[in-house]
């Protein structure tokens, strides 16, 4: 479109929105403000004051009103001059032509009080929603063709922790041609491996970290993520499903119940779970049968909470777990425990899946006392606890410090009063706050699980957009009900992260190499931790230089101390296979395990040694501090400092005094 058109269709425009206002206004201030307004425009300050485009169409409208001549002439000059400076935009720009026909056949977008870049913005996210609503069904369970065609019959195995939900289904499994257990963690996974082992059923384990091959298989025991959905099966069971409601992990679960191929699908799940399972199923048209699950052992809520601050040899007893919220906090336990004569086994997120297994194993054994854990102990572990003591009912869920939820604590608390070694399990606190919060949890009805999650459609990577922009226009499209988008937060701080270290980035988003992007970007992997992420941004950047990706290699610089050095070197070889196996990169093979049973042994020999450097300690003074000290000082040094500070105050240049003095600080006596 030429200038000259494009200038008159753009007046004509303005004139048509005037004319639709219905805008009044003093004569003698009138003049004054189509005065400045229309400077303004000349002066070029349209980008920095975009509200001078829906300024000039109300001062239009009321010149219209008024018929005054003189000021028409000088809105149509400057309406004439904004279209020529928004022209000139365009063309330097290279916006496409779609994009000035649409401005300019809808007025009210064209005079709305926002910079020509929002508004492109605004148009291409528009267009976006339309193409994304043309390319994507409404209703999620279409997307999976073969699994409609299939008869398939879903039992529903819902009770609470302990109930023996999960032990049924894989009895079932046990006697599959060819069948599936898809599990939220390595862990688990790995749990049914040796429990197949056990019983002569020949069984193979993918996860995302390791492949351990059987011949002649009958089963796979999966996490949920690795699930191929062009595979068919004969039996399925899918477990722990309500974690369908979690943020980012969610839509794998159903993805899952949406989509397998298997004619008989167990699924595991809580009571809140059970609602929104069934509106899936039905929604597929597939039929199901509820199978109830009780508790094995009776939960007891103890009367008095157990004191963690003095008194632990005598308030810890032999198959006690007790619950922290954070690697530091299960550590610092440990060390405390430690110092009043209990042994410990320690069970924490990063510890790396053999560890843990030794872990389980020397409490099993009677080799430790007890155990300290994060909520981690929650997903499944078998442990014959006989009673859950939470340490800490607040935990720091990635965005703020919260209060454990009803769901959590169920959880946790469950785990206690194994079946078949305990006639009954028991549950406490810290202390009385805690003690109430468990016993509110217990007592009220569980609340149903209101949404689950739907993951992005790689269909849409075919669209001529960015990928940050189609992942964030996906996601503020809502979804029908029961449905809600996963949190695509990660993957975008991904993407900012290797567009901004990439110096190739800007050939990447062509093409296919899209698909590529979003294999990266959806890469499982600790977003906390800078060497995970400048060792993932590394392999993006090189994955296309060899077969096979860089070998990582420790450093005891990688964390802050020794064991965190080897916890994240362990990350480091996880991803190395992930990401090869995802990439298509050749793997070596023995290396790599040679490389985790060395870190193992290391991280074995460092957890067998003393943890006293662990327990939190002043730091002026060295005294032991409370547990839930949030301030790294003693009262008394605390004090101390103050009284130093308060002889020798701080002189403050003049003007500043107001921000003068010492911070107040509000400490737990």
């Not at 909520?375 to 340490?391: E, K, S, Y």
């Not at 990439?502 to 906390?528: A, H």
Request: proline share 3%.
């Amino acid at each position: 479109m030429d200038k000259a058109k494009f200038t008159d269709r753009y007046c004509r425009a303005y004139g048509r929105y005037a004319v639709s206002l219905k805008k009044t206004g003093k004569q003698d201030k009138l003049q004054k403000k189509v005065t400045t307004a229309c400077q303004n425009i000349r002066d070029g300050k349209v980008l920095k004051m975009p509200s001078l485009y829906a300024h000039i169409a109300v001062l239009y409208a009321i010149a219209l009103q008024t018929d005054d001549q003189s000021m028409l002439k000088k809105i149509k000059d400057a309406v004439r001059t904004l279209a020529k400076q928004d022209y000139n935009y365009i063309q330097n720009r290279q916006l496409e032509d779609d994009f000035c026909e649409y401005m300019l056949s809808k007025p009210s977008f064209l005079t709305k009080g926002t910079t020509l870049p929002d508004k492109y913005q605004s148009y291409r996210q528009g267009l976006m929603k339309r193409q994304i609503a043309e390319m994507v069904t409404t209703e999620p369970t279409m997307e999976y063709p073969q699994a409609r065609q299939m008869q398939r019959h879903f039992i529903l195995h819902i009770g609470p922790t302990n109930s023996g939900k999960t032990h049924d289904a894989l009895q079932m499994l046990m006697r599959a041609e060819h069948g599936t257990y898809l599990s939220p963690l390595r862990l688990l996974a790995l749990e049914v491996y040796d429990l197949m082992a056990e019983n002569q059923v020949n069984c193979t384990m993918v996860t995302g970290e390791e492949t351990l091959y059987v011949e002649n298989s009958t089963v796979t025991s999966q996490t949920i993520e690795m699930l191929a959905m062009d595979d068919e099966y004969d039996v399925a069971v899918i477990d722990e499903a309500q974690m369908i409601e979690d943020d980012f992990r969610g839509s794998n679960w159903v993805k899952a119940i949406l989509g397998i191929r298997c004619p008989l699908i167990h699924v595991c799940a809580s009571q809140d779970a059970e609602m929104i399972l069934k509106r899936i199923i039905e929604k597929c048209n597939d039929t199901y049968e509820v199978v109830y699950h009780e508790r094995k052992t009776e939960l007891v809520l103890e009367s008095q909470p157990v004191s963690l601050k003095e008194k632990l040899a005598e308030d810890i007893k032999e198959g006690d777990a007790i619950i922290m919220f954070s690697k530091r906090a299960v550590l610092d336990m440990a060390a405390r425990l430690e110092l009043s004569g209990i042994s410990a086994s320690v069970i924490y997120g990063h510890l790396p899946p053999e560890i843990r297994k030794k872990e389980v194993r020397k409490f099993l054994s009677g080799e430790t006392r007890g155990v300290v854990s994060t909520d981690t102990i929650g997903m499944g572990l078998n442990l014959p606890i006989r009673r859950i003591v939470f340490g800490e009912t607040v935990k720091f869920d990635g965005n703020e410090r919260r209060v454990l939820k009803q769901q959590e604590i169920l959880q946790i608390a469950g785990r206690a009063g194994r079946f078949g070694k305990y006639e009954k399990g028991y549950v406490t606190a810290g202390d009385e706050e805690g003690l109430l919060l468990i016993d509110s949890a217990l007592k009220e009805p569980l609340k149903d699980i209101a949404y689950a999650r739907l993951g992005f459609p790689k269909v849409l990577l075919s669209l001529d957009h960015p990928l940050d922009e189609l992942l964030r226009t996906w996601e503020s499209i809502p979804a029908g009900f029961p449905y809600k988008k996963i949190d695509v937060s990660e993957m975008l701080e991904l993407y900012r992260i290797l567009k901004k270290n990439s110096r190739d980035f800007m050939y990447l988003p062509e093409g296919d190499n899209k698909e590529v992007i979003f294999d990266m970007i959806s890469c499982p992997l600790d977003i906390k931790s800078s060497a995970i992420v400048n060792k993932w941004c590394q392999y993006c950047m090189d994955y296309t230089a060899d077969v096979s990706l860089t070998f990582p290699l420790f450093s005891a610089r990688l964390g802050s101390n020794l064991l965190e050095s080897y916890e994240i070197y362990y990350r480091m070889l996880d991803l190395y296979h992930n990401f090869s196996i995802r990439m298509g990169k050749i793997v070596d093979e023995e290396r790599l395990k040679e490389e985790r049973d060395r870190t193992d042994e290391r991280i074995t020999g460092i957890l067998a040694g003393s943890k006293k450097s662990y327990i939190k300690r002043c730091r002026v003074c060295g005294k032991v501090l409370q547990l839930d000290d949030r301030f790294g000082i003693c009262n008394e040094c605390y004090e101390e400092e103050k009284r130093r500070a308060a002889e020798n105050p701080v002189k403050r240049p003049s003007g500043r005094g107001q921000h003068g003095g010492h911070r107040k600080r509000h400490r737990r006596h």
